[in-house]
Each structure stands twice: as structure tokens, then as C-alpha cells.
């Protein structure tokens, strides 16, 4: 029986090198770079979803977010929003379902109060193929919002989920501080257009009319997921545990692979 890896990795707080993108690898001996073999990427994000703003703008948010990064015109990969859809993710437990879920957890977060989100990749371990991706959103301890007005948001929707979308596409944090996959973005944060970074990673993981390259443009080690920080002279919160190291956690389980991201708030 061949393993399945669950891996959670908590980001850190860490000075970033020279910008280039980072994929996401699996672990164990032979490791690939994970990536979707089937461009056609179908979502959910069933009701109620958010409990701070109308279902219609939570789905709206969203569907900009994946939107950003199909938009790109030197790829081919492509996002469909069905409406419905199981209201649970690989955090309830069970072996991937191939529906693509993002859900807020209004009680219950499985993670800690300033995490804004837990993205979880299932893949096979052999080819990198990723087989199924869900988004869990902190909704008990954080505040979520979709305006457009700086000065009337607090966790930007649609900022958090074009991040996590990059984590669906099979991509780590980026030391790239504009690029979306940038690990830190704070409350009250816009960022809604991917940088230059973003771009040259969709283009060069899923070319269009070409096929994915099996080994990323950085060789890098698997670092996860995101970071939620604050703007400059905001109180930290946590800088403490995030300044100390990677946490990773490897648990041997079935046939298919799992790779967590995290995603961290601090409070201005």
C-alpha cells in the first residue's frame, strides 16, 4: 500500500530572498512538483457560506479571485463555479471527494483563532497529480468583508481566496513581497492583482497549449502555506510562535497525498 502524506506547514515570518515563485513538492524520496493534469478546475462554495456578508458577494469575491489568475493570456487553465455542492472538506475526515469545496467555519475552526484559512491539496504521491483541493476559511474568530473601500475592510475576501487559489494551483508562498503568493497581507489589505511573480508562475506550470513541466522554476523545499501580517507599525500579534520555526507534520495514511497550507491574521 503505498502512503499518503498529510503534510500541515505553518509559514513564518522570514526575510525573503530574490523573488521566483515556488511550487508546491511532495514529500518522501522521488518528490514531484504537484500540479493539475486536467486544466478544466471545477469550485463550490455552498450555503451559507460567510456569515459577514450576503452568499451572493462571498460567490461574487471568489469568482473574481479564481478569475485573476485564468485571466493570465499565456495559460489555459480555467475555472467553473457550480452552484451547491457537499458542505464538507478534507478537515471533516473521509478520502478526497474530487469536489473542489471552499467553506467557512463559523464554529468548530480546527486551527488557531488569528489562522485565516487551511487549504488542503490531496494528490498522488507518484505523479503529483492533484486530485482534489478545499479552502476552509476562519469564520469564528475573523471578521470577513468585500468591499472595495480600504477603510471598510477587515479581511478581504477576495484578496485571501486569489492567494488560496494560487495554493490550489499547486503553488507555495512567494518571497516576492508583490506578488499575491507574497506571504503576508494585512487587515484591511486590497490585494486583488497578481504581481508579475504570480503571473510567471501560472504561465510556467500550465502554459498554454503546452504541458506542465514536471520540475518548478525554484527547486524549492515545501514551505506551505501563507502568512496574514500587519502594515508597518501595527501591533504584532504572535510574531513570537511564527518567528520560531517550520512545523511539519508527516502522518503515513492511504494511498494519496495531502498538503496543508495555513494561513496566519494579525491585528492591527
Given amino acids: 500500500m503505498a502512503p499518503r502524506a498529510l503534510i500541515v506547514v505553518v509559514a513564518l515570518l522570514l526575510a525573503a530572498p530574490a523573488a521566483a515563485y515556488n511550487r508546491t513538492r511532495s514529500t518522501g524520496t522521488g518528490r514531484v512538483d504537484l500540479a493539475w493534469f486536467d486544466r478544466q478546475i471545477t469550485w463550490y462554495l455552498p450555503v451559507p457560506g460567510s456569515a459577514d456578508v450576503p452568499h451572493e458577494a462571498a460567490v461574487a469575491a471568489a469568482k473574481r479571485a479564481f478569475a485573476a489568475w485564468a485571466a493570465v493570456g499565456c495559460t489555459d487553465v480555467n475555472f467553473t463555479f457550480v452552484a451547491g455542492g457537499p458542505d464538507r472538506t478534507s478537515l471533516d475526515g473521509g478520502d ?4 473542489n469545496v471552499i467553506r467557512w467555519r463559523e464554529s468548530d475552526w480546527p486551527g488557531a483563532p488569528d489562522q485565516i484559512a487551511i487549504t488542503t491539496v490531496s494528490y498522488d504521491p507518484q505523479s503529483g497529480r492533484i486530485v482534489d ?20 475592510t477587515e ?31 494585512a487587515r484591511g489589505d486590497l490585494r486583488r492583482a497578481l504581481g508579475a511573480d504570480d503571473q510567471a508562475a501560472v504561465c510556467g506550470v500550465y502554459p498554454a497549449g503546452a504541458p506542465t513541466p514536471t520540475i518548478g522554476a525554484v527547486d524549492a523545499e515545501l514551505q506551505g502555506g501563507c502568512s496574514v501580517g500587519a502594515p508597518a507599525g501595527a501591533r504584532l500579534v504572535g510574531l513570537a510562535l511564527l518567528a520560531l520555526a517550520y512545523l511539519v507534520t508527516v502522518t503515513l495514511l492511504r494511498p494519496r497525498g495531502r498538503s496543508g497550507s495555513r494561513s496566519r491574521a494579525r491585528a492591527r
Avoid at 96 to 99: A, E, F, I, V
Fill in 155 to 185: 479581511y478581504d475576501i477576495e484578496s485571501a481566496l486569489m492567494h488560496e487559489a494560487g495554493h490550489l494551483l499547486g503553488f507555495d508562498d512567494s518571497p516576492d513581497p508583490a506578488a499575491v503568493m507574497s506571504q503576508t497581507l
Fill in 96 to 99: 478526497p471527494d474530487g469536489y
Fill in 133 to 152: 483541493v478545499d479552502i476552509d476559511l476562519n469564520g469564528q474568530y475573523l471578521f470577513f468583508t468585500a468591499s472595495d473601500d480600504p477603510n471598510q
